[in-house]
């Protein structure tokens, strides 16, 4: 890892050095906090976890070869040099911060309520038909995974696409100091993490804390469909360029063409050039993904060509809208995550499906006072899709299935408490032929009810 000496590293987090003076100019060749992936010439990172303590793996890290061990404890007979610090947590930035300002790359940094994960998928498979891009893997986006991804750069690496996600006020800023960005995406401004950052306009603030650390010469791409973000006119000098559907934005699409399961159909437009696009995974918000995704390719120098290329490319992450065909069933396993906004564009797709269309929907999370109506539009949205067979389970979405029943437009809905009520009836519910939609918020678990479906 370019210039990450011992000694350097230990300036970076305000740690003490405790070793030989030799070793200080040592170069660590990766950093982990992970012991398992302890590797030769590695620095380890301990963080004191709720379940195991990294502390208790330091003997067998300096085992498997590492070079060096950061610790927050003292350290009595250590097989190498250590680096001692008040938190590892807070260490782990500091030293990310440090390390991405030696490198020569761009960074390009994508936060937002909802779309993230999938964004940076588009952004990173367009930007790989021109550069060597390093991107978050899976959903690495926090204080801790932003870091680490961060500390996977390596010199051949030209651009990275980093995950930032946030649910308090000065995260964002934090984040932003690590990632430095020269590019920021913002998805839209959603109704996420309402607990504690109490209204639409508290996410506006705390997602553009992320302009924080913007680079002079940087570029600022947003949302235009979005109206908190529409209200964004200029950050430090710099005018942001706007994508959407909603009118004719810098880059934009029209001729939108649903192909059912297999994605979605468009014309993207972008300075005065366009190019017809097949996104491979479907949803309307796909295309609003693949918009953003020309904005950076352009800012970044890629032909229309190249930018259709990078979105066709594209392949689906585990959990969100991936499709799997199972015998004769057809399951959406967008197990990962849910939120008002992601349901009903899961419903929408839903409704074009062949067959019968199964929705199992659990319960969303983090929304604050207002969940039990949130769940109720939710309901709602179903019923208006007339899907066939709606399943609510978990406490609140009772209040999703209240309402699809109100409202008279599905053909069944049902109320099942718990997963273990759901998973035990399931068989019984699904014929073949049918489109099912497995949806809920990542602390339902409904990976459970992805993996039942394929037993069946
Ligand atoms: P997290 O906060 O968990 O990291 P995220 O912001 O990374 O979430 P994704 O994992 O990309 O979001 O997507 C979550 C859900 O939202 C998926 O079901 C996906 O289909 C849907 N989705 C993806 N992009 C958008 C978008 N631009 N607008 C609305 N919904 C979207
Ligand atoms: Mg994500």
Redesign the pocket.
């Known amino acids: 890892m370019k210039n990450m000496s011992l000694e350097k590293i230990a300036q970076a987090c305000g740690g003490v050095y405790h070793g030989s003076e030799e070793m200080k100019q040592s170069i660590v060749e990766s950093i982990t906090t992970d012991s398992r992936q302890a590797a030769k010439g590695c620095l380890f990172v301990a963080i004191p976890g709720e379940r195991v303590d990294g502390h208790d793996f330091i003997p067998s890290v300096f085992e498997k070869g590492a070079l060096a061990v950061l610790s927050e404890k003292e350290l009595a007979n250590p097989a190498g040099p250590y680096i001692q610090v008040a938190s590892s947590l807070e260490a782990v930035k500091g030293i990310a911060e440090y390390y991405r300002q030696q490198l020569d790359i761009k960074v390009v940094g994508i936060t937002?309520?909802?779309?993230?994960?999938?964004?940076?998928e588009v952004i990173a498979s367009v930007l790989a038909q021109k550069y060597n891009v390093l991107k978050t893997l899976g959903?690495f986006?926090n204080e801790l995974g932003l870091p680490l991804t961060v500390f996977r750069l390596r010199d051949e690496h030209q651009i990275a696409v980093l995950?930032m996600?946030i649910s308090h006020f000065g995260e964002m800023h934090r984040l932003a100091k690590v990632a430095r960005p020269d590019i920021c995406v913002i998805?839209?401004i959603g109704q996420?993490h309402l607990e504690f950052l109490k209204d639409r306009d508290g996410i506006l603030r705390a997602k553009t804390e992320i302009f924080d650390f913007l680079k002079e010469d940087g570029c600022i791409i947003l949302?235009g469909d979005d109206d908190k973000l529409d209200t964004i006119e200029e950050v430090k000098g710099i005018k942001p360029i706007f994508f959407g559907v909603e009118g004719q934005r810098p880059v934009y699409a029209d001729e939108i063409e649903s192909l059912g399961l297999s994605g979605i159909a468009c014309t993207i437009h972008a300075d005065g050039e366009s190019i017809r696009v097949t996104v491979p995974i479907p949803?309307g918000?796909?295309v609003?993904?693949a918009l953003a995704a020309t904005a950076v390719g352009r800012a970044l120098g890629l032909t229309m060509q190249e930018i259709k290329a990078g979105i066709e490319a594209l392949e689906p992450v585990g959990g969100?809208?991936h499709i799997i065909n199972h015998g004769d069933i057809q399951i959406i396993d967008?197990c990962?995550?849910?939120?008002p906004?992601?349901m009903k564009?899961?419903l929408d797709v839903l409704r074009d499906a062949k067959g019968r269309k199964v929705a199992i929907l659990g319960d969303m999370g983090e929304l604050g006072e207002n969940e039990e109506q949130m769940h109720a539009e939710v309901g709602y949205h179903a019923a208006k899709n007339k899907i066939d067979l709606l399943i609510c389970t978990g406490k609140i979405s009772s209040h999703m299935a209240e309402a699809a029943m109100a409202n008279g437009g599905c053909g069944e809905v049902l109320q099942v408490p718990t997963m273990e009520a759901l998973l035990t009836c399931l068989p019984s519910l699904i014929q073949s032929g049918d489109t099912v939609l497995v949806?809920a918020s990542?602390f339902m678990h409904f990976e459970k009810v992805v993996k039942k479906l394929q037993e069946i």
């Open positions: 937002g309520s909802v779309g993230k994960t999938s964004t940076k959903n986006n995950e996600g998805t839209n996420c949302n949803g918000h796909m609003l993904n969100r809208f967008d990962y995550n849910a939120n906004v992601s564009a899961s949806k990542h």
